[in-house]
């Protein structure tokens, strides 16, 4: 995770199991990157470091840096992945927007976690220092309307008088963008405008029943959940699931199904 909010207090280990979708959709991310082995690489929002191992398979003769501004993310990941273990892989906490590093990396990747982000384009300016001349960028996050009928079920529910109040002066804690947004900031962070590739995609996150929708919710959503004192976070929970399912019904096999939306950023630094 990268976020810029309040510190919020990541259970990574219970994360790590309701993330089932943005894992799959990371391998399929990982797989555009076209690595030759020698690269060295920049894993943003690494989380539990388990895309970042896998990259660094397949960099034998380079290496990955994951970096996330949770110390439980990378206290798993470190866990997980001991320096002696992998000696191409390695760990810190960083803030996305403050990273300091200067043309160290022949790519930059990201997956699910620059939406945690409400301004980009000092993360933006970060990535383009950080990247050597001519390194990439390849970064994928929730876009504008992800989850759309999860936010307005969430919305209705704040404004109840059961909720209300634990919601005051609470603004939308995501940073979901378009190409329209984007592009001028790639350009102004200093990227090749004739690189830039951008693409915004409906995607189906399935979840296997009603208790891994659940679970996806207290883990992802905690912008929402940390308002609410912890004693009372599970009914939270339980109301937005049932409004929820009442509009939008498990499928004959019993799974939950949510409309998101995956933005695409690819550019080259000159």
Same mark, same amino acid.
């Given at each position: 995770m990268v976020s810029e909010n309040p510190r919020y207090?990541?259970?990574?280990?219970d994360y790590a199991r309701h993330s089932d979708s943005q894992k799959k959709?990371?391998?399929?991310?990982?797989?555009?990157?076209?690595?030759?082995?020698?690269?060295?690489?920049?894993d943003i929002g690494c989380g539990d470091g388990k895309l970042s191992a896998q990259i660094a398979?397949?960099?034998?003769?380079?290496?990955v840096?994951?970096?996330?501004?949770?110390?439980?993310?990378?206290?798993l990941a470190c866990n997980r992945?001991?320096?002696?273990?992998?000696?191409?892989?390695?760990?810190?906490?960083?803030?996305?927007?403050?990273?300091?590093?200067r043309a160290s990396f022949d790519v930059v990747f990201s997956n699910a976690a620059l939406h945690?982000?409400? @301004?980009?384009?000092? #993360?933006?300016? $970060? *990535?383009? !220092?950080?990247?050597?001349?001519?390194?990439?960028?390849?970064?994928?996050?929730?876009?504008?309307?992800?989850?759309? @009928?999860?936010?307005? #079920?969430?919305? $209705? *529910?704040? !404004?109840?008088?059961?909720?209300?109040?634990?919601?005051?002066?609470?603004?939308?804690?995501?940073?979901?963008?378009g190409p329209g947004e984007y592009r001028p900031w790639l350009a102004a962070a200093g990227f090749n405008v004739r690189s830039i590739r951008l693409t915004l995609t409906?995607?189906?996150?399935?979840?296997?029943?009603?208790e891994k929708f659940k679970g996806w919710i207290r883990t992802t959503w905690l912008p929402y959940l940390q308002r609410v004192p912890r004693e009372r976070r599970e009914a939270f929970i339980d109301t937005v699931a049932e409004k929820y399912l009442q509009a939008f019904a498990p499928d004959e096999n019993g799974c939950v199904h949510v409309r998101m939306q995956r933005l695409e950023v690819a550019a080259v630094r000159p």
């Open positions: 207090h990541w259970n990574a280990g959709w990371g391998r399929e991310l990982m797989d555009k990157l076209r690595l030759s082995g020698d690269e060295y690489l920049l398979r397949r960099l034998p003769r380079g290496g840096l994951g970096v996330d501004s949770s110390p439980e993310m990378i206290a992945y001991p320096p002696g273990r992998s000696g191409n892989l390695r760990f810190a906490v960083m803030d996305a927007r403050r990273l300091g590093l945690w982000v409400i @301004d980009h384009r000092p #993360v933006l300016a $970060e *990535i383009h !220092a950080a990247l050597k001349p001519g390194g990439r960028v390849l970064i994928q996050m929730g876009g504008r309307d992800n989850a759309a @009928d999860v936010v307005a #079920v969430i919305r $209705e *529910i704040m !404004a109840t008088a059961q909720w209300r109040s634990f919601f005051k002066d609470f603004s939308f804690p995501y940073g979901f963008y409906p995607r189906d996150m399935v979840h296997e029943d009603v």
